[in-house]
């Protein structure tokens, strides 16, 4: 290694020096042990409490003499004239035979030192008090071993007085949030400053303007590095403590960064006031008002931008305002016609029912509808214990009453008698509302049933007798011109039958019998749900979904949510519905939102794998614990909703990235490579010279078959240029 050679002589003088104050001498550790010991005989009979303070006294002590023999020891370690860590110099301290630093050598040193010290106490208690006053000694060693070394490694490239400059600079950069050791270092800085230019001949007002370059330099590096480090926070405090030290230039970088730093925090903060309408105008008074102090904060520049964020949210809100007046009231029209179905039906009204519709119709154009049905619901709610022939002798006679009287509101009359009308013969159609016994008296065909058993279990024929029974129901319904008419196949007898079992059928058996019926399906997702629906009732989008992927072979993750459903049932896990419904919103965002039938599935199924997967974890409380927060396992939401959906994949651009649900059995990687090859055999034909045509392309699943994807363009799809009429689409199937 090549030895600089210095033009003059460093003195020890001239080297900055490094103390270690504080600390307790041996003897008089020992004299704190025997004062209090005295003053513990003295009152060995009093209270028993004393006992303990005697001991944690006498602990205390015992730790402060280890401490102090410790320190003594570092002290003896960094400062003996022979052997001491500082006298290391020069290449020996950069380069040490045992090939360690001279910092892991000090630790090492420290450790072998404090083990037998740690071994020679008498318990627990002095031990951890020794290891908590410890950290002070070793940061101690530590911070002036490393200085010591920083401070060798400069001295072999620059001057002494240069290297205490850089070195100290270094240490204001990488030590701003600690300002005792900043202020020490610029200490430091100015009185190398000073020597460096008393040895280079400078008069007084050179040397001053040395010095506050140095300290201007060092303050603004500090700075940058909180930037860089993303701790812009620290700055606005920072710059109030230094700003003195620093030139004008450098104030005015610093203040000008700190505002642009104020107008970024307000980018990212003000969406959360995007529903706040005052809130929204306050900031727009506040940055049209050059003089306000939030103004000031984010400087002239940035004005402009942030009004026109804070306008664009505040007519964003104008606007919603507006969608959700015209949404209340398509809210209000279905729910007076849900109303109406209601009272058509037949089904009694529950007092929550009632109470759901009324405010959905409530401030709308179909509230005086609404109003005119309730006060006639008990003039309606005659019909529903009636027998068929007495309900139409009733109505007709209720008809006839109403024409021979005069009224003020004849159009109130009307309304009520069309009413009752639609409740008869809405009656009539309850009345035959067995689908397979309906099925029977239209066709004059009954449908052979199998024996609910051999369904349960799975019996291939008895599946295939379901199928045909749904093949012919459909049938019937296409002929007649119906659509809305019922493709259940199962008898009452078998719906009543398969509801006992599932009472006491535990979670995989459930599965099991939800998964027969969607074979029995055969992708017919109407027939599906109406057999499901009947025997589980309408909660029952985990097990749908479940049997769906037992279907796919996903047997595993399908029984972990049938599980996951039961412990919910039962209530031995508990979800929060807030947090859930969050997670879930976000990881299915540009997929589907929350209200959507297939988010409602998607939701359910997570809540039950995740219910599972956190009991399988050991993770759920004492039931005796009250828990004052409520939180989600970061690790296993995330991997239930990845069990759920099979992952996503995003492909598009920055400006319209697009998201679709990949099958389980495809990774992200996998899926891309697929795309990619798909693209490069057909962006030419479809996308002429964009060769990242389907790259770009939104992509949407097949509802029934997970492997296969179509290409959204615009409002259409890419439809497959082999078909001379342009009415199939493009397919693209990934394995």
């Known amino acids: 290694m090549r030895i600089p050679q210095f033009t003059s002589q460093v003195t020890e003088a001239d080297i900055p020096n490094v103390q270690i104050s504080g600390g307790v001498m041996p003897g008089q550790a020992v004299d704190m042990v025997g004062n209090r010991v005295d003053g513990f005989v003295n ?9 303990k303070e005697y001991q944690d006294d006498s602990d205390k002590a015992r730790v402060a003499l280890t401490i102090a023999e410790t320190q003594n020891g570092v002290n003896d370690y960094l400062y003996n004239s022979k052997t001491g860590l500082l006298n290391i110099k020069g290449e020996a301290a950069l380069k040490r035979e045992s090939g360690k630093s001279l910092i892991d050598e000090a630790n090492t040193w420290l450790n072998d030192f404090t083990t037998e010290k740690i071994e020679g106490l008498s318990n627990s208690n002095q031990r951890n008090l020794f290891n908590q006053n410890l950290i002070t000694v070793r940061g101690q060693l530590n911070r002036i071993a490393s200085q010591h070394l920083f401070t060798e490694s400069q001295k072999f490239q620059k001057t002494a007085f240069e290297a205490e400059i850089d070195a100290n600079s270094s240490s204001v950069n990488l030590n701003y949030s600690d300002l005792e050791t900043t202020n020490q270092s610029l200490t430091k800085i100015n009185s190398a400053s000073q020597n460096y230019g008393k040895s280079q001949g400078w008069n007084q007002q050179q040397i001053d303007l040395f010095v506050k370059e140095q300290q201007d330099k060092a303050l603004l590096g500090a700075i940058n590095l909180m930037q860089t480090n993303g701790d812009p926070s620290a700055i606005p405090s920072y710059f109030k403590q230094y700003k003195d030290h620093m030139s004008p230039q450098t104030q005015a970088k610093v203040g000008k960064l700190i505002q642009d730093n104020n107008a970024d925090v307000f980018m990212t903060e003000i969406i959360k006031y995007k529903e706040d309408p005052e809130e929204l105008d306050n900031y727009i008074v506040a940055l049209q008002d050059p003089n306000s102090k939030f103004s000031q904060s984010v400087g002239a520049r940035n004005i402009p931008t942030l009004l026109g964020r804070a306008i664009g949210y505040r007519d964003a809100y104008d606007r919603n305002l507006v969608a959700e007046t015209k949404r209340k009231d398509e809210d209000g029209k279905k729910a007076l016609g849900d109303f109406r179905k209601d009272i058509e ?129 459909v049938a019937t319904n296409q002929a007649s011109g119906s659509t809305t008419g019922s493709i259940n196949p199962l008898s009452k007898q078998q719906q009543e039958e398969m509801k006992s079992f599932w009472k006491s059928a535990p979670p995989n058996q459930r599965l099991h019998l939800v998964s027969n019926l969607q074979k029995a399906a055969q992708g017919n997702p109407n027939a599906s749900r109406e057999m499901i629906q009947s025997i589980t009732g309408t909660s029952n989008n985990t097990f749908r979904w479940a049997a769906a992927l037992n279907n796919r072979g996903l047997k595993d993750i399908a029984n972990q949510m049938a599980v996951g459903q039961d412990l919910i049932d039962k209530g031995d896990v508990k979800v929060d519905e807030a ?73 598009g651009s920055f400006r319209r990235e697009t998201s679709v649900l990949r099958p389980h059995t495809v990774g992200e990687a996998s899926f891309r490579q697929q795309l990619e090859q798909f693209n490069s055999r057909n962006a030419r034909t479809y996308g002429g010279s964009d060769r990242e045509f389907f790259l770009d392309l939104p992509l949407e699943q097949d509802t029934k078959n997970p492997y296969q994807y179509y290409f959204k363009n615009g409002s259409g799809y890419v439809m497959d240029s082999t078909d001379p009429k342009r009415k199939t689409r493009l397919t693209f199937t990934v394995r």
């Not at 009152?43 to 006992?51: F, I, Q, S």
Request: glycine residues 4%; hydrophobic residues 35%.
């Open 43 to 51: 009152l060995a009979n009093t209270v028993a409490n004393k006992y």
């Open 345 to 473: 039906s037949g089904i009694p009204f529950s007092a929550q029912r009632l109470s759901e519709l009324s405010s959905k119709v409530e401030g709308t154009a179909s509230q005086s509808g609404f109003e005119k049905l309730n006060r006639s619901l008990p003039i309606f709610q005659l019909l529903y214990s009636m027998p068929a022939d007495a309900r139409e002798s009733f109505v007709n006679s209720y008809e006839s009453d109403a024409k021979t009287k005069k009224s003020d509101n004849p159009q109130d009359v009307k309304f009520v008698t069309d009413q009752m009308r639609a409740i008869h013969t809405g009656l009539l159609d309850k009345e035959k509302n067995d689908p397979a016994l309906a099925y029977s008296i239209k066709t004059g065909k009954p449908l052979t049933q199998a024996p609910t058993t051999l369904i349960i279990q799975g019996d291939s024929k008895a599946l295939n007798i379901v199928s045909s029974n749904i093949q012919k129901m």
């Open 579 to 651: 947090l859930l419904t969050q997670k879930t919103t976000e990881y299915l965002k540009g997929i589907t939102a929350p209200g959507k039938p297939d988010f409602n599935i998607y939701k359910d199924a997570v809540r039950a794998n995740y219910a599972y997967l956190l009991q399988k974890s050991e993770k759920i409380p004492n039931k005796t614990e009250k828990s004052t927060s409520k939180k989600l396992d970061e690790d296993l939401i995330n991997l239930a909703l990845l069990n759920t959906t099979g992952g996503k994949f995003t492909n």
